[in-house]
Nanobody, 122 residues
Framework: QVQLVESGGGLVQAGGSLRVSCAASGSFFRINVMGWYRQAPGQQRELVAAITRGGGTNYAVSVMGRFTISRDNAKNTVYLQMNSLKPEDTAVYYC????????????????WGQGTQVTVSS
C-alpha cells in the first residue's frame, strides 16, 4: 500500500505564508505526478498545483504568482509554499500522488492524503 501524510497546515492572517508538505511511504516503484488539491465547505475539490517527476508544474489561475509547488524525489515528498494568502484560500488541502506500484506495470494508481486544514483570517 501507499500512504500520503500531509503536514504544515494551520491558521494564518491574510497576507501571511504557510508551507504544507506531503510525504509518501509504502511499497511502490515510482511516484509520477504529485499534486495539491483543496476543498472549501460546500465547494468541489479543485486542483491547486501539480508537479511532474521531472519538475514540470501546473497551477490554478487563482494561485499563480503566490503559490509554489516543489518536490524532493529522494524523499518522496511534495511541498506547497503559499504566500500572500487570502481568506478565499481557506480550505482543506489534499495531497495526491499518481503511483506506479511495480516496475512491470504500465498503469498507475492515484492516492490521496487525509487532508490538512488551512485557514486564512481577514
Amino acid at each position: 500500500q501507499v500512504q500520503l501524510v500531509e503536514s504544515g497546515g494551520g491558521l494564518v492572517q491574510a497576507g501571511g505564508s504557510l508551507r504544507v508538505s506531503c510525504a509518501a511511504s509504502g511499497s511502490f516503484f515510482r511516484i509520477n505526478v504529485m499534486g495539491w488539491y483543496r476543498q472549501a465547505p460546500g465547494q468541489q475539490r479543485e486542483l491547486v498545483a501539480a508537479i511532474t517527476r521531472g519538475g514540470g508544474t501546473n497551477y490554478a489561475v487563482s494561485v499563480m504568482g503566490r503559490f509554489t509547488i516543489s518536490r524532493d524525489n529522494a524523499k518522496n515528498t511534495v511541498y506547497l509554499q503559499m504566500n500572500s494568502l487570502k481568506p478565499e484560500d481557506t480550505a482543506v488541502y489534499y495531497c495526491n500522488a499518481d503511483v506506479t506500484r511495480y516496475y512491470f506495470q504500465a498503469s498507475s494508481v492515484g492516492y490521496w492524503g487525509q487532508g490538512t486544514q488551512v485557514t486564512v483570517s481577514s
